[in-house]
């Protein structure tokens, strides 16, 4: 029976308004080897890509940061393009909103979708907060007359339920193709990005606003060894008084910072890491602790 099953590969655009569970999502899909996500807004970037093989499936998930990062409002016209020219190339849309909750940020992106050629799923996440189910049926009700979705999904990227569900209906409508990457592929990015991003997802989690977002991470070091893997990375401060709040209390900050990197790190590559972190001002010449 399998193998009478037609080999497909596609790319599927996770879009929606920040913090409805893009990158929740994303990780529960891709197994936790992609962990980027963040409790606050805007984390993401650049276009994670990441890649999922099962028998004859591959599906190519892609993150289009310029149609979710920002209100409407301060969205350059620029930024929307090349978002909706990234759309157009995908084979599925998945639109993520908040279940039993629908914004004018949602509406607006909604907007954008209509004139979408592609196949678009509503996804429903954070049904675990909904404790009264029954409270869904209006609210499902009212989603299905917005636009032909091709499917309405509620699930909980969270708790993973009805994840399945969504990658069984997307699978559906990919192209009957060859996979684009070999299956044992996770991500179309390098380790030194990945690991640039754990950090720098990290500094946002422990800094706040206190700090502006464009500290820039730079990997020095990027060693592998048989039981282990060496890196060295740089965090590039703007001014001398973001270093010294990147370094914290007697380095405590820091500190932290290095230790839930170093775990996210370890568990996306499977092996031992051995993580030295650095905080430079951009125009020091020498480094320091
Ligand atoms: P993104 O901005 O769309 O990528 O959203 P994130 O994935 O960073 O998630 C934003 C917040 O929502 C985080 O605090 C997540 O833990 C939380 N979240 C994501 N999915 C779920 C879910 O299914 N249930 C609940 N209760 N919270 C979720
Ligand atoms: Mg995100």
Redesign the pocket.
Known sequence: MQNSQPVRCGTIAII????????????KILGEKLSI????????RQQIIGIKTRENIQWIYIDTPGL?QQTRRRLSREMVRDAMSALTKVDVIGF?VEAGRWTSEDEAILERLKRQAQPVVLIL?????IKDKTRLLPFLAACSEKMAFLAIIP?????G?NVVELEKTVAERLPIADFSYPADQFTNHSQGFLVAEFIREKLIRALHKEIPYQLTVVIEQFEEQAKLIKINAVILAERPGQKAIIIGKKGALLKKIGTDARLDIQRCFGKKIYLNLWVKVKAESSKEH
């Open positions: 929606g308004r920040p913090n409805v569970g893009k990158s929740t999502l994303l990780n996500t963040s409790a606050k807004p805007q984390t993401t979710h993520v996440n954070k049904v675990d907060k699930l909980s990227a969270q708790k339920d």
